[in-house]
């Protein structure tokens, strides 16, 4: 027998994970950004301090979300979205960065669009579908309005463009959608016109092309592939068991791209080797099984939905960044959830643990 009850206090063990985490990124980001800070910026504190001030910002939005409740102010998703769809589209009038335009430049802040689209659309579809005069078991009901939707917002973002946050935003969104009780057949029409876009950007106008066959010939020797999945093979390779020491690591200095955002797992193993690499692991794993543990102790759909929706998002985020690191898969660009540097994941991916933890407080007990 089992009944509701809401419980007062949160999930200690999930908070304590993520602020774990969160420190040793910002240890990690000054350790592996130092000295491209000092050279390009002429402070080795740059990244750090920018860091530090999206954790301030992540901290107080982790501490409004634990206390509102988050199913009234769910109504106001589907604007919210349409708002963000302005924004994906005003990210093309900035300028370019690493050939990419994927940031909003609002003064002394820059944000990424993508990453609030992928939160928001989590919470529009966790309210929209836990309405009882739904019916996305036909087809009908689960194209419109979610088709138009998401689909512009996953155009804006392949075109910017962000291959890896489209995919993590896709398979999120089916992921819902099944759990949903969509089925199986449907989802597969909304699947196939994804990966023919997909396919005809890379190969037909050539995006990331080249990474495919890097990746392809990196399948049997990670040193075969592209430059940077050589280095990330080398940086994890060097660290050992015990790393080469906090602060020591070699790759780091010029010849890891990107050490302190997409490859910071890599240097981070550099420095602390297998088994720092393997409490960063188990936190991770902690993490996706406390959301997994709260989804299914919620009390309503909704709950439900929306537990599920952030913990199947940040196990893909993460799963893609590992992936790639360690050549799993090709190249896409994407940063390591609390560990990258990035204020734009990190608030995101803090919004996320704070949703966690505000429904852990309704959590249905025995």
């Known amino acids: 027998m089992r009944h509701s009850a809401k419980n007062k206090s949160i999930d200690e063990g999930l908070l304590l ?10 240890v990690m980001i000054y350790s592996t950004s130092s000295i491209i800070a000092e050279k390009k910026f002429g402070s080795n504190l740059f990244f750090l301090k920018n860091q530090l001030k999206w954790t301030i910002l992540s901290a107080i939005a982790v501490f409004i979300i ?44 820059n944000i990424q669009p993508s990453e609030l689209f992928k939160f928001v659309m989590i919470v529009y579809l966790a309210f ?13 009901e ?21 291959l890896g946050t489209t995919i993590v935003i896709a398979l999120s969104a089916l992921g819902i959608f099944f759990l949903a009780g969509a089925r ?25 092309k080249a990474r495919i066959i890097d990746y392809i010939a990196s399948i049997s020797d990670p040193l075969q592939g592209s430059y940077q999945v050589q280095q990330a093979a080398l940086t994890l390779g060097s660290g050992g068991f015990f790393g080469m020491g906090l602060g020591e690591g070699r790759q780091k200095l010029f010849f890891l791209p990107y050490p302190h955002t ?34 299914s102790q919620q ?22 960044n590992l992936g ?39 959590r249905v007990k025995a």
């Open 17 to 26: 994970a993520y602020i774990i985490l969160v420190i040793v990124g910002l």
């Open 299 to 320: 009390p309503d759909r909704f709950s439900y939905l929306l537990a599920s929706g952030i913990t199947l998002s940040l196990f893909l985020n993460i799963g893609i």
């Open 66 to 109: 634990v206390k509102i409740n988050i199913q009234r102010l769910a109504i106001y998703s589907a604007p919210a979205l349409f708002v963000i769809l302005l924004m994906l589209s005003l990210v093309f009038l900035m300028p370019s960065v690493n050939g990419a335009q994927r940031w909003l430049m609002l003064g002394i802040i």
């Open 142 to 162: 689960l194209l419109f309005p979610y088709l138009p939707l998401i689909g512009v917002g996953l155009m804006l973002i392949l075109l910017e463009p962000d």
């Open 128 to 140: 929209s579908l836990s309405n009882p005069k739904r019916d996305i078991t036909k087809l009908k």
């Open 262 to 295: 997409d490859f910071i797992f890599a240097a981070i193993g550099e420095e602390v080797g297998i088994i720092g690499l393997f409490i960063i692991l188990s936190l991770f794993f902690y993490i996706i099984f406390r959301g997994l543990k709260i989804a």
């Open 184 to 208: 199986i057949k449907h989802l597969s029409y909304g699947l196939l016109p994804i990966a023919a876009v997909g396919s005809f950007v890379v190969f037909g106008l050539g995006y990331k």
């Open 324 to 362: 790639v690191v360690t050549a799993l898969i090709p190249v896409t660009g994407l940063a390591l959830p609390f560990l990258s540097y990035g204020g734009s994941s990190l608030l995101v991916s803090s919004a996320a643990i704070a949703v966690l933890l505000n429904l852990s407080k309704r």
